[in-house]
């Protein structure tokens, strides 16, 4: 499934990863990180990553710029407060073209990172660990709305599949990301669940992210199965 974008994933994650100042400031996170170490089985379009406390933002972004010169990559749009960019690659028409790289320097006390090997890049990285990506995959919902109206129905697909592998994860991020006990938070989340996802989103959403037969079995059962998953606090 899009094999020029995950080409594209690959050559610019290597690059960061080969690159001491790079590596050692950016912490990688998100649903290409949870898919390269096999928590997640659907495919993702981003690159994301925490920022180290401290980190000279302004050389970081000097190497972002100097990899995509080195390949080429067209940057369609780029934030001036954070290290965000979303870059063009050469595709076939109508097909997907841009990659978006976050490296956001949100300082969350609770969250933890260990290095792990990417096999996909024969490269060790530090990672956010499965049990702080499961809470900030919680929060992203919350997240998502607050600060933007928007809703993305992969986030209920990841929650539901890191329940389904039964990872736990951390309520001290949960807590001080969104200032509620996780109680509360949880009650919010499934209440936001029930009156906004409907089968549309996850259609739109999740077509193109996860392969079509697998698709098929959990696009009718995702929203419940997850809201069950949400009733009971770990």
């Not at 960061?16 to 089985?41: H, R, V």
């Not at 379009?45 to 990559?73: N, P, S």
């Not at 969104?178 to 739109?204: G, N, S």
Request: net charge neutral.
């Amino acid at each position: 499934m899009m094999p020029v974008h995950k080409a594209w994933l690959i050559r610019v994650l290597t690059e960061i990863a080969d690159d001491p100042e790079m590596s050692g400031n950016l912490q990688f996170k998100g649903g290409t990180c949870a898919a390269m170490l096999g928590w997640l089985d659907r495919f993702s379009v981003d690159l994301d990553f925490d920022v180290t406390a401290g980190a000279d933002e302004k050389l970081l972004r000097q190497k972002f710029h100097a990899i995509f010169k080195k390949f080429d990559l067209e940057t369609k749009q780029e934030s001036k407060k954070a290290l965000e960019f979303w870059v063009k690659y050469e595709a076939p028409e109508n097909s997907r073209n841009t990659i978006k790289i976050d490296a956001l320097n949100w300082q969350v006390k609770a969250n933890k990172y260990i290095p792990q090997y990417l096999p996909e890049i024969d490269r060790f990285m530090t990672c956010q660990t499965i049990e702080t990506m499961f809470a900030n995959k919680l929060v992203a919902v919350w997240d998502r709305w607050h600060k933007s109206k928007s809703i993305a129905a992969r986030d209920i697909y990841d929650i539901h599949h890191f329940y389904l592998q039964n990872f736990i994860y951390l309520p001290e991020v949960i807590e001080e990301r969104t200032e509620m006990p996780v109680k509360k938070y949880l009650a919010w989340l499934r209440d936001f669940i029930q009156k906004h996802i409907t089968e549309r989103l996850i259609d739109e959403d999740l077509n193109a992210l996860v392969p079509p037969e697998q698709f098929k079995k959990i696009r009718r059962t995702l929203k419940q199965e997850t809201l069950s998953f949400l009733k009971v606090v770990k």
